[in-house]
Nanobody, 116 residues
């Protein structure tokens, strides 16, 4: 079982920055990917960014390219999402996901609100 906990959300003005963190614990046998997803009110959950744990290959949604950066901590148990130049349409609950060979684990989400 893997526990996933996100933090770092909050209220920020347009053009501002936020850094989201995701801390994982427990047995994450053969983790393949770690990723950030988001869900805005009335919309489906969507992938924001993903990183492969063995190759560090990253994938970004078009809306995130050039503004967001996904990275892992030195121990590999922490995932970050640096978000710059935030826009009101980035407002959403952001979820961390850990995908292993056997299962998929989600956190409870952290709210990021971009508003003046």
């Amino acid at each position: 079982q893997v526990q996933v906990v996100e933090s770092g959300g909050g209220l920020v003005q347009p053009g501002g920055s936020l850094t989201l963190s995701c801390t994982t614990s427990g047995s994450a046998f053969n983790t393949l990917f770690m990723s950030w997803h988001r869900q805005a009110p009335g919309k489906e959950r969507e992938l924001v960014a993903q990183i492969a744990t063995t190759t560090a290959y990253t994938v970004y949604a078009d809306s995130a390219k050039g503004r967001f950066t996904i990275s892992r901590g030195d121990t590999g148990n922490t995932l970050y999402l640096q978000m710059n130049n935030l826009r009101p349409d980035d407002t959403a609950v952001y979820y961390c996901n850990v995908r292993t060979q056997l299962s998929n684990y989600w956190g409870q989400g952290t709210q990021a609100t971009v508003s003046s």
